[in-house]
């Protein structure tokens, strides 16, 4: 799992989350971290970073797209050792993208409401994300993502964030125990709420994705996040997307 912070990108022995985060509340004050206004308060919650990880790498993707892509040129008899890499190299030069619509990836992204609320935008993948009509958060410590852009806030900035969702998770278990099910009581959920989504899409429509959410344009917490994912594609396939930066 690739945890992402404000510009640094973490790579993580575990895929532990909980090891990430700012448990705030009574703990935090001994640890001397932005937590609770109120030491009183029993249930705690978690702050922390973005992140994601493959659901479904890519399998021999370039082999996969010269072979669908050679069909157009009936020249099958050009596949040697090497040729996937010269071939899908010269699709992206020119443009022919369609044919890169053969290889798919998936990545599983943990991150907060608002950058799904973005991500899903992208009509061209299939998506599966936590539900909060679903999950009872009154039986868990409430989490919450970290803004990418928290180290250049001030502690007052920081102390107020941490009350708003402190506030939320409060509002939230006193509707539940007021007999609200979790489908009612999340209206008074935060777009800071910790998500977890899983995007399958072919590499074309990611390589659209990155090109979009990646600008200056796009807002910071979506844009750190694709930034990072960017890069574990480049890693992964350089040949689709090294032409692909900031
Ligand atoms: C910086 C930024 C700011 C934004 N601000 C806002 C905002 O203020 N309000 C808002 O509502 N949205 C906003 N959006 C979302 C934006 O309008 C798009 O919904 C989102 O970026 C998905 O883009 P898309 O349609 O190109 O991509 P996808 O849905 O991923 O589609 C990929 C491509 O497939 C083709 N395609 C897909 N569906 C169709 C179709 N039905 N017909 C024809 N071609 C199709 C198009 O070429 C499209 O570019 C913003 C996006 C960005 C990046």
């Known amino acids: 799992m690739q945890k992402v912070t404000g510009h640094a990108v973490h790579l993580p022995a575990d895929r ?9 509340g009574r703990r935090s004050r001994r640890q001397g971290m932005a937590g609770s206004l ?5 249930i705690r919650m978690k702050l922390i970073e973005q992140s994601w990880e493959w659901a479904q790498k890519p399998d021999r993707p370039l082999e996969c797209i010269e072979s669908a892509g050679r069909t157009c040129y009936k020249s099958e008899d050009k596949i040697t050792q090497g040729s996937a890499e010269r071939f899908a190299r010269m699709l992206v030069k020119s443009g022919h993208e369609s044919v890169i619509e053969h290889a798919v990836a998936g ?4 991150t907060n ?24 958060y009154g039986n868990q410590e409430m989490t919450f993502i970290r803004p990418v852009w928290w180290e250049q806030s001030t502690e007052e900035q920081k102390a107020l964030f ?15 125990a007021s007999g609200w099910q979790p489908q009612q009581a999340r209206e008074v959920l935060p777009n800071s709420l910790k998500t977890e989504i899983v995007v399958t899409a072919n590499l074309r429509e990611w390589r659209h994705i ?34 692909m930066q900031d």
């Open 162 to 176: 941490i009350k708003a969702c402190e506030s939320a998770e409060d509002q939230y278990n006193q509707l539940l």
């Open 16 to 24: 532990e989350c909980r090891g990430a985060g700012i448990a705030t």
């Open 210 to 243: 990155f090109r979009l959410r990646t600008s200056k344009a796009a807002h910071p917490q979506i844009r750190v996040l694709m930034q990072s994912c960017r890069d574990g594609f480049q890693r992964q396939i350089p040949i689709l997307f090294d032409d």
């Open 38 to 42: 109120n030491p009183q308060r029993k």
């Open 113 to 136: 409401r608002g950058v799904t609320h973005e991500i899903v935008r992208h009509r061209l993948a299939a998506y599966s994300q936590e539900s909060t009509r679903y999950v009872n």
């Open 107 to 110: 990545v599983r992204f943990i």
